[in-house]
C-alpha cells in the first residue's frame, strides 16, 4: 500500500485491535488515523467473510491479499453483450437483483457482517446459461458488524467515518429488504438505477 510506513504499525495494531473485538473507535481527525482506520476495517471485514488469504491482520505489514471472488459481472453476462436493454435482460436484472439481497441478508447470519456497498459493480454470479443463479458479495471495506437475532438484524457497535453508524439500529426481516432496496448507501441500488449502475461500473 502507497501510503504504509513501518512507523505506523504500532498504531494500527492497537487499532485494529479494538476494531476486531467489535468495540466501538472513533479515530482522531488526522489522515494517518483515518487511514489506518479504513484498513482496519478492511482486514476484519475480509477475514470475517473469509476472502483474506493473507496475513492475518496482526502481521499486517502494508500489504495484503484476498480470496479470488468467482463468478460474472452483470455486464460481462452473455445475454448484456447481445441485447443489453431487452424484456430478457431486464428480466435477468431483477434476478441478480434480488439474489444480490438474499446475499447480503445471508452474510450477516452467517458471518455477522452487513456489507452496505452493495452494487452491480461489487456482486459477481454464478451463471446457468443466460440466467444468473447465485450472488457472490466483494469489495467489504465499509462493511460493519450486524447480527441476526431471530426476530430483528441489530446494528453492533461500529464507527465509522464515511457514513451514519447507526449503532444499535433494528430493522425486521422486511425492514431491512426495504433498506437494501432505497437506500444506495446501505444496500444493493434498486432496479430503476440498473442502467446508471452499469455505465458507472463500466457495463457500456
Known sequence: MKDWSAN??????????IITAGKPFKPDNSNTDQYLTMIAFELRNLQSVNQLKAPKP???????EMTKVQGTLLWKTPLYKRHPFSVPFQKLVKTAYHLAVDEIEDAVRKYGIEHRD???GNVMFTMQGDQPVKAHLF????AVRMKWDGRYYIRGED?????DS???????PEEFK???DLD???GIRGEHETRKTLHNSGGR
Open 118 to 120: 452493495a452494487h452491480f
Open 184 to 186: 444506495g448507501k446501505d
Open 8 to 17: 505506523m504499525r504500532p498504531r494500527f495494531l492497537e487499532i485494529s485491535k
Open 139 to 142: 469489495d467489504w471495506g465499509i
Open 166 to 172: 447507526e449503532q444499535g439500529a433494528k430493522y425486521t
Open 58 to 64: 496482526e502481521l499486517f505489514t502494508g500489504w495484503f
Open 159 to 163: 464507527i465509522i467515518v464515511w457514513g
Open 178 to 180: 426495504v433498506l437494501d
